[in-house]
């Protein structure tokens, strides 16, 4: 493997459209769960995906990739995105888009503590540890503060959050560890899409009624996840994961529960205490500390 570069203007711009994206994405999801239960609602959008990654790549004149020694890395990467998601979309069906943002989005404190210990050059310093310290405490705040928020919290869908944030870290460490190294950013991506399918799908019967209040406005949003969300900006955050080094990469998502946390309130009216800004600040600095610069 190579080594990965220092984070440039370009990959930074990059990376905070992205971030917005998927803050908003949050919002879309939540807003799809009114029309189909989430754990169904998860796997429809790998389905649709497995087809817009595939087609991509046909177009583009690659190969899928399924030699013996992908086979194992591919599975067991579509499984952690398999739990990543029917936690992240239970979390917004039981919990708001602000509080998920920043819990979901403490992903960086779980993967720089992580690279410390294994993957070189990305060791954690005094500076990076007071920022997970900072970071852990704002989390762990989040999940246990329930005050003026009445019915909008759920402790359930807070642990579901971090559930979520772990499988993210996950699937954003598994290709630098195994050969997924080796494998081009849509394969790696299509790997997730291709084994979480059957797996969502199946586990959707578990979880109630497959339909809640479907409306045409459903499916743009799930159309604007698969081809948007799933088949664009995921897939470019793999390739951002194989250019620069994965816990500045991981850094910028500070600000995805700072727009997420914004567009909850603005866009869905969702209570925003003074308790929940002060946990924003501290997952948000924490972020930052860990990604400083000796």
Do not use: C
């Amino acid at each position: 493997m190579h080594d990965r570069r220092d984070i440039d203007l370009g990959g930074g711009a990059l990376l905070i459209f992205l971030m917005v994206i998927l803050a908003g994405n949050q919002v879309v999801i939540k807003l799809t769960n009114e029309g189909l239960q989430p754990v169904f609602a998860a796997g429809v959008r790998s389905l649709g995906a497995v087809a817009v990654i595939w087609g991509w790549m046909r177009l583009r004149g690659h190969r899928l990739d399924f030699s013996p020694g992908m086979l194992g890395p591919g599975v067991l990467i579509g499984l952690i995105f398999s739990v990543e998601f029917v936690a992240l979309f239970l979390a917004l069906d039981l919990t708001t888009v602000t509080r998920v943002s920043v819990i979901f989005y403490s992903m960086p404190v779980w993967m720089a503590l992580t690279a410390h210990f294994v993957l070189p050059g990305e060791r954690l310093t005094r500076t990076r540890l007071v920022g997970l310290t900072l970071a852990f405490a704002g989390v762990a705040w989040a999940i246990v503060d329930r005050s003026g928020l009445g019915g909008e919290a759920s402790l359930a869908g807070d642990i579901a959050a971090l559930i979520a944030a772990l499988g993210w870290m996950g699937v954003s460490l598994l290709p630098r560890l195994t050969r997924l190294s080796q494998a081009r950013f849509e394969m790696q991506m299509f790997w997730q899409v291709s084994v979480s399918t059957p797996v969502l799908l199946g586990a959707s019967l578990f979880f109630g009624p497959l339909l809640r209040d479907l409306t045409v406005m459903t499916g743009w949003l799930m159309l604007f996840q698969i081809v948007v969300v799933v088949s664009g900006v995921f897939v470019v955050w793999f390739w951002l994961l194989s250019r620069y080094k994965t816990s500045q990469i991981a850094a910028f998502a500070f600000l995805s529960p700072v727009f997420g946390v914004i567009l909850g309130w603005l866009w869905l009216g969702e209570t925003v205490t003074l308790a929940l800004i002060a946990q924003l600040v501290l997952v948000a600095a924490g972020i930052m500390l860990i990604n400083r610069r000796s």
